[in-house]
């Protein structure tokens, strides 16, 4: 953790900062709704001007502090016309100034600032801070995870988890609503729902759901359309709580012919190592599994369920 406390301290300062304006536009409604736009002309798309103004602030911020850093942020992202984001292996802020927009806007406390840190396309540390709530989720890399200062997973003893059947999943619909797109999310969501599994939630926010993961609260989380800011910061918290993050197929570092020949390619002559695949978090989509008694076995066990339920579709990288 001594190798990255600078960064966390420096993190967990600005979002605190950046709470307050975040609470204050929260808890005034007219303010909110006087500064509301729409992005690409797609209503279930928002953004605010408190969105822009704390960007902007953690960004001026986190310049001054680290100059030689790289920056991804949502809203730098959106003025861009959604270029293409540029990942090296300098170290990178990934930022979220508010995830959960659309629960910002309608006053539903489910929304946060989620601020993460790679290195070498890694990400090693996460601070999401909940000003409404007052959580404040923190990690690095090989050094825990932690709920204003308490260590994650909450829920102790480990809970197990025996089968799919016994879960309680999140996943959201997205703000993509094109019909090829809705209809998948829906045809995932029936596959897993008949299961059948205990039950199906949807919070508002990535950053969120995967902090709920990390709780112990939920047992799995799964969803195509986000984006690198939404879960880097979570990645980091959930794998530091003993949680597993990968994405909906098998990561391969091969070509793009080599893909396209391995595609057809499953698992039916080996046992995918599903809980020691690394994660790509410009690939749009997400699969996590809490910290299970049972260990990452039954982790792959049950990652290797839900996959075989997700319905995919065509989703550009970030």
């Known amino acids: 953790m001594t190798e990255y406390k600078k960064y966390l301290d420096e993190a967990v300062k600005i979002a605190k900062t950046a709470g307050k304006t975040i609470k204050e536009a929260f808890e005034n409604r007219q303010f909110i709704s006087e500064h509301l736009e729409i992005k690409e002309n797609n209503s279930s798309d928002l953004v605010t001007a408190t969105d822009q103004y704390v960007e902007k602030m953690v960004k001026s911020h986190l310049n001054k502090v680290f100059p030689t850093h790289s920056f991804i942020g949502e809203e730098t992202t959106a003025a861009n016309n959604m270029a293409r984001c540029e990942l090296t292996d300098n170290p990178t802020w990934c930022i979220d100034p508010i995830d959960g927009t659309t629960n910002f806007v309608h006053g539903l406390p489910f929304t946060c600032i989620s601020i993460g840190l790679l290195i070498n396309k890694e ?74 599994v205990h039950g199906i939630r949807s919070f508002g926010s990535a950053a969120m759901n995967m902090c709920y993961v990390a709780r112990g609260s939920c047992d799995i989380y799964y969803e195509i359309g986000i984006h690198a800011w939404d879960v880097a910061a979570a990645t980091c918290i959930l794998k530091e709580a003993g949680g597993v993050v990968v994405g909906w197929k098998p990561y391969k570092e091969v070509s793009e012919p080599e893909k396209k020949k391995q595609k057809t390619e499953s698992s039916k002559t080996e046992k995918i190592d599903i809980v020691n695949e690394k994660f790509d978090v410009l690939n749009r989509h997400v699969l996590c599994i809490r910290q299970l008694a049972e260990g990452p076995e039954k982790q792959n066990e049950i990652l290797a369920e839900v996959r075989k339920r997700l319905i995919d579709c065509e989703i550009e990288r970030d």
Do not use: C
Request: net charge positive; glycine share 6%.
């Open 123 to 196: 990400p090693v540390m996460g601070v999401i801070f909940n000003p409404i709530l007052n959580d404040l989720y923190t990690a690095t890399k090989n050094g825990g995870a932690f709920l204003n200062g308490k260590p994650l997973p909450l829920i102790r003893p480990i809970q197990p988890l025996e089968t799919l059947e016994k879960s309680l999943i999140i996943t959201e619909y997205g703000a993509n609503r094109n019909e090829e797109s809705v209809k998948a999310k829906l045809d995932t969501i029936h596959q897993i729902i008949k299961y059948p």
